[in-house]
């Protein structure tokens, strides 16, 4: 018979051993970081690039084959003082997205009708029409459009092109009509400082489909005195019918202390 409770030494190793690997996980995390955070920020254009030969493996399930997804999108480094907003530039919770959406995230864009909320470069949407999403409707508002529009035009030709749409949308207005997306994608757009959280969670609820619909929200924590934004978040969600379930972070391709995904669906 094993004995029932392990010696107090052996717990003791067994922490110690699962404190380390702990510490290795995230100084390697630290390292990859360095690689792809803030690599192009200043940067005229952003190249994402996702290889799954130096990757985790992800496979086309129709036809086994490898994809691998290389998007350039153009920024604007001013866009910020010149009115185009905080749109002009590729954020890090959309580039930890993109990847994410490229390995174990794939399911959850293609084939479905996807929207992408406050948009910006569109970085994640033109992904998602890579990765063989049915249509992607690309949404923000005033004059970071041009600039969507531009790097939608410049990255998708052809058959690809003709499943895309560009359009402004204020979150929770209703033009876009009720529950029309099996995906909706959300990076970056958490930021209670500049924008209210409220109208971008009826947006989520609005647009996702009432069966099976999902929508996977990027988020990168910036401390907020007033209350946390990611436990209003979730609040705002309850309320809605929604749940939201972190990703965990051995499915994460890019992982960062203060980035999370969530995939939120309906109760
Ligand atoms: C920080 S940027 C993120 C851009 C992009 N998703 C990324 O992560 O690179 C936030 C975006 O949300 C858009 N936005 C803010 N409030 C909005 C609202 N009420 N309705 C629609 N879009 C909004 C902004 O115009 C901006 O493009």
Known sequence: MPPKHKHPIALAFQDASATASKSSNKISNKIKELNWRQQYSQAEYYPFKYDPDTRDVTKDSANEKKLAVEVTVKQRQCGEQDGTGTGAVVWNAAHCLSSYMC??????????RVV?????TGLTGIVAVKLGAEDVCFTDVGRVLELTRENVEGNLEGEEGGRVRTEEYWWGSGTLGR???GCVLVADCILPKLYPMEPLVEAIDELMVEEGGVC????????????????????????KGLQAVRVPEQDMVEVAEDIIIWEVTRK
Do not use: I
């Open 179 to 181: 529950g029309r997306f």
């Open 216 to 239: 996977l929200v990027s988020y990168e924590h910036r401390t907020w005195f007033e209350f946390d934004p990611r436990e209003r978040f979730l609040e705002l969600c309850e309320v």
């Open 116 to 120: 992408d909320l406050g948009t910006g």
């Open 103 to 112: 390995s174990k995230g794939v399911e959850k864009v293609k084939g479905r």
